[in-house]
């Protein structure tokens, strides 16, 4: 398919607007809220029957901090420059300091905006979780925060901000967002295919090629065209080329149009793809967060990290570092049955008897244990850190909970994609922005890839996709 | 810069050849040599003051096999398909079957081709050492053949290729590709720097535009362009944004031509570029291979790797995996100075004391060291596999020596770039060619990301060069 056209071959257009949307996730639905909220003249077009995407199947942690109302409320200090420590610190090798740094001193501020659009949030911090809580409280931690090596170097805080739903129900963000977008002047179009982006030879996009009732539209956006597709976990051809390790993973998170169709289109108009080989990689091994007492090891019965880390540093560990091969090892006293399914595959009334269920080496994870239980005695973990309310010396009989990326769970998303600016204009690989093209959510290459946090995305997408929508909009005026 | 130009911009072209080649390093040189010697009229244009590029630095290593007259006289036996088998076992978590299969089939074939282009090679096997030898002998390993996970499943055979140079000089293969590529009809054009693909707005390359003596000259290439001008790893803006672990290598092995432009003016028309977050990292602890004898250990004093594994595998392990943190112990039998500039960064007349000094936590090196020993005693290494030749109990006083990131020798070149077909066409990220644009060398991705045995470069450079060659002349013809 010729992803772009070109202007010159487009002798009329369908139909004219300000801003071009493509895609109602929650990016999507930000972008359409902040263009049409400054009286742009809004069209989102949207491939599947009903806006939501994958931002629907989330149970809608939002990562914001710097100091919110429901932080105050539950009695954490926060701020923007220890949201911004905390980011800097875990958001990969090279993290972008000038989108964080946006991030974090917009932090309350956006959190504003999800109150303004109907989302409630209730004042309540839930502490037996990390990630989405099983209750309707509003506050968990939802990233590493508590863990080495962020603690006791950057003050911790819960920055997972949870929708108030009654009862738990996944999407409930994304119905209050679509709602938004219906109460506001924004236009949507469902069952509708962006086909191809309409560009000058010098790469300004001037409108989109879209498909409706088998007819295509060519649509002008004075302003810009803003992607928001989401990622390409339902790609299989650009997993395997881009991001090959996230074909292990047994769970794929993703709507269906999460194929990768924003990145092919900005591609094809000369814009850069980053961070293509990164996924989010959920590893849950709590809820109960009793199991953190026990210990993951490798093929070589080696602990590789603290297992107070959060699941997406753990998966992130556990598959580009250790193969995807992981047991978590517990006995009677730190045992309880995981909230997610994973099966018990060694069971051993000793160290040697559970190496050789595992197939580890005689002695391997013997030693291993040995050296955690000496300092375990003294509430210490000299490796990695763990805190020490996690510590506790291991006895026998022991079992080992299966976290192997060929027969557990490891549910990932794509974290790579189109480079942006922290205004969400589409760059292409000299830094140089696109003029008419704008880009949002897990089209975009996340805040961090790797060291995700639950909740970036919905939060990444949102606040650089209202950025986005207000850039769009005023280069249409 | 506009680094693609629309055809219809272009009234005049300066120039109508068959085969335009961007970059004169050996990819640069197969290409011109094969498509002139099917008689298409060629002009290759070098931005430097004369061909050579990043494979004038390299000591001319080729990864070739399957029987080659070298191998038989050194008396080792290899097939196409136990090279393909090290390959697809070596080459990352998704290779590229149908270019490892053209690649070792093709290969005695393309070791002829060196010879017949003026490159000698001494049938000697220069055992001391993995990638170059210090002496003229013409093979070596310059993979992990020899190392678990591949003995003994896959017959190991040495592969690396060793032009034979009278004194060990770096650049000689790349003095006698420049010598054949004079000697062929292709013409040359050096401080000539390409500054942007032409082609039509439905992205068929027509020609390119390169800027001689101050002037922009229009080039009409009626078979295509071939881009060969390296990878990217002195673009310090593409490294943070695609490859930023490398940025924490001390040595960076490229040209200043490695900057990658080709990559750029690729993606200009819509090209993937793809594995952009790999490069080969070369850690060097042999040789002389003795030090082998001594363990590799990271920041928690664990071992990692089999260390008798090659040194691009050492390297991206513990770049990649150990956060570039890690020390090779070792003790007075196993100690020789190592040939590359290695600090000893600690001693110790116990393990304990060795621990302080690399600021270990304690007992986590004695706990390696005593599992190490114990089996190592019986010749066995059941975490990693060592090879049983390398395997002796280590005993106090031990010296570690520098193997950081951080202040060791960490060479490092990229492996990502544009997306080919076996054929050299460059590829959009849907998988289509982009007609009239092919591509070789390190400007393409790598045969292997992760996953690099040396030799592979100047390798995948020239075969593929050559079939791209080939394919641009036939399109013009």
């Keep these: 398919m010729q992803l772009l056209r070109d202007a010159s071959s487009v002798t009329h257009w369908d139909r004219e607007v300000d801003v071009v949307v493509i895609g109602l996730g929650c990016a999507g639905a930000a972008v359409a809220l902040e263009a049409s909220g400054v009286d742009a003249e809004v069209l989102v077009f949207e491939r599947a029957s009903a806006g939501g995407g994958t931002s629907a199947m989330s149970g809608g942690v939002i990562y914001l901090g710097g100091g919110t109302p429901i932080q105050s409320a539950c009695g954490f200090e926060d701020s923007a420059e220890e949201m911004f420590a905390y980011l800097m610190a875990s958001c990969g090798p090279r993290p972008d300091e000038e989108k964080i740094r946006a991030y974090s001193e917009g932090s309350v501020e956006h959190f ?14 839930y502490p037996d979780n990390s990630g989405e809580p099983p209750t309707e409280d509003g506050l968990v931690f939802s990233g590493s925060e508590n863990a080495h090596p962020y603690r006791p170097k950057i003050r911790p805080a819960p920055r997972g901000h949870v929708p108030e739903v009654p009862d738990a129900a996944g999407g409930f963000l994304m119905q209050k967002l679509l709602a938004a977008v219906a109460g506001s002047d924004a236009e949507l179009v469902c069952d509708a ?23 295509e539209h060519r649509i002008r956006a004075r302003g810009g065209v803003v992607l928001a597709t989401g990622g390409f ?8 080329e881009y991001a090959p390790q ?12 999460d194929d990768g169709s924003g990145i092919r289109l900005g591609a094809a108009v000369g814009a850069a793809a980053v961070h293509m080989g990164f ?19 490798n093929a070589q019965g080696q602990r590789f990290i603290n297992e107070d880390s959060y699941y997406g540093v753990l998966g992130e560990h556990a598959l580009y570092r250790q193969n995807g091969c992981a047991y978590l090892v517990l006995d009677d006293e730190t045992f309880e049955r995981p909230k997610a399914p994973r099966e018990i595959v060694a ?26 239980n000496r300092h375990a005695e003294k509430g210490e973990d000299p490796l990695f850190h763990k805190a020490p309310e996690w510590i506790v010396p291991l006895r026998p009989p022991f079992g080992a909970l299966d976290c192997t990326a060929e027969s557990s769970i490891y549910a990932a998303f794509t974290l790579g994609g189109l480079r942006t600016s922290p205004f969400g204009e ?13 880009g949002a959510g897990r089209t975009t290459a996340c805040l961090a890839a790797p060291g995700y946090s639950s909740g970036l995305s919905i939060g990444d997408g949102t606040f650089f996709g209202r950025r986005a929508g207000l850039r769009a909009a005023a280069r249409a005026a």
Tied chains: 1, 2.
């Design 246 to 257: 996230l074909e292990y993973c047994s769970v794929r998170v993703g709507a269906e149009g």
């Design 193 to 215: 295919r962006c086909e191809a982006l309409v560009a000058t030879p010098d790469r300004e996009v001037m409108g989109a090629v879209v498909r409706v009732d088998g007819r």
């Design 426 to 438: 589409v760059l292409t690989p000299d830094g140089s922005a696109i003029p008419g093209l704008y």
């Design 279 to 297: 996924g989010s990689i959920s590893l849950p091994i709590i809820p109960p967060r009793k199991l953190q007492k026990g210990i993951l090891i």
């Design 112 to 125: 504003e905006w999800f109150v303004r659009n109907g989302v409630p949030f209730k004042p309540v911090f």
């Design 347 to 372: 069971t051993g009334e000793s160290a040697r008897e559970l190496e050789e269920e595992l197939g580890l080496p005689a002695g391997s994870f013997g030693a291993t244990l040995e050296f955690y």
């Design 233 to 240: 976990i339902n790609n299989r051809e650009m997993i395997r």
